[in-house]
């Protein structure tokens, strides 16, 4: 479809430029070196946020799943916190942090935390608890229970939620950088805009969907790697 709307002359090019014009503006990226700057930008951002979230989501959100307590005193929180919009959050981050990379990081630890939270909590807490019974009846204690049982039977439901969540990352990273950023992919599409370089916005549309497809994959090939028992049947 695009091919024939390009090439067939339907779409003027400065509305929609052809995939070769996109190569090309891929080629000049990389030659000029604003490319690959503003890829390793939004790269370096979006995982440092993310890791972050992740080291404390995923330990919280098995708590949250699995023990009344945790549950109580986290979840009301959560609960509000996940349902604000990130991008109403972003005038206020800037204040608080300016516009370096400090912000999108805050942006995407927000945006994912706390749906990680709920997310984890689900897969914790949708462990069988015969499972978990039949472990206490053989004489097992909490702390080997959670360890030796619980946590390895959410690490197949965890690494999925993590896959999720970093897809959604991804859309947290763009919109921080549309509003307030002098380097990254949302600041190169943005950028380009405004000088009405569609090959270049195609460009960097095209590099955020292969990083996400490229991650994704990543994941998955990590589980299948990590937890091939998961994968069976």
Request: glycine fraction near 10%.
């Given at each position: 479809?695009?091919?024939v709307?390009?090439?067939g002359?339907?779409?003027r090019?400065?509305?929609?430029?052809?995939?070769v014009e996109?190569l090309?503006?891929?080629?000049?990226?990389?030659?000029d070196g604003?490319?690959?700057?503003?890829?390793?930008?939004?790269?370096?951002?979006?995982?440092?946020?993310?890791?972050?979230?992740?080291?404390?989501?995923?330990?919280?959100?098995?708590?949250?799943g699995?023990?009344?307590?945790?549950?109580?005193?986290?979840?009301?929180?959560?609960n509000?916190?996940?349902?604000?919009?990130v991008?109403?959050?972003?005038?206020?981050?800037?204040l608080w942090?300016g516009?370096?990379i400090?912000?999108?990081v805050?942006?995407i630890f927000?945006g994912?935390?706390f749906?990680?939270?709920?997310?984890?909590?689900?897969?914790?807490?949708?462990?069988?608890?015969d499972?978990?019974?039949v472990?206490?009846?053989?004489?097992?204690?909490?702390?080997t229970?959670v360890?030796r049982?619980?946590?390895?039977a959410?690490?197949p439901?965890?690494?999925?939620?993590?896959?999720v969540t970093?897809?959604?990352?991804?859309?947290y990273?763009?919109?921080?950088?549309f509003?307030?950023?002098?380097?990254?992919?949302g600041?190169?599409?943005l950028n380009?805009?405004?000088?009405?370089?569609?090959?270049?916005i195609?460009l960097g549309?095209?590099?955020?969907?292969?990083?996400g497809l490229?991650?994704?994959?990543l994941?998955k090939?990590?589980?299948?790697?990590l937890?091939?028992?998961?994968?069976?049947g």
């Amino acid at each position: 479809m695009w091919c024939v709307l390009s090439y067939g002359g339907f779409v003027r090019s400065d509305f929609l430029p052809t995939p070769v014009e996109v190569l090309y503006a891929g080629l000049d990226g990389i030659q000029d070196g604003s490319l690959a700057v503003n890829t390793a930008a939004s790269v370096g951002e979006i995982m440092s946020g993310f890791i972050i979230a992740s080291i404390l989501a995923v330990p919280l959100g098995i708590l949250m799943g699995s023990f009344k307590i945790a549950e109580a005193a986290i979840e009301p929180v959560t609960n509000f916190i996940r349902y604000l919009p990130v991008s109403a959050l972003i005038p206020l981050l800037i204040l608080w942090v300016g516009i370096g990379i400090e912000e999108k990081v805050t942006v995407i630890f927000i945006g994912t935390l706390f749906q990680q939270l709920i997310l984890v909590a689900d897969v914790s807490r949708n462990v069988p608890s015969d499972l978990l019974d039949v472990s206490y009846t053989l004489g097992a204690n909490r702390r080997t229970v959670v360890t030796r049982v619980l946590i390895p039977a959410t690490l197949p439901g965890v690494v999925d939620t993590l896959r999720v969540t970093l897809g959604w990352a991804w859309t947290y990273l763009v919109i921080a950088e549309f509003v307030a950023a002098n380097k990254g992919l949302g600041y190169f599409i943005l950028n380009s805009e405004r000088g009405l370089f569609t090959d270049r916005i195609f460009l960097g549309i095209a590099v955020i969907g292969l990083l996400g497809l490229i991650t994704d994959q990543l994941f998955k090939l990590l589980r299948d790697w990590l937890l091939p028992w998961a994968t069976e049947g």
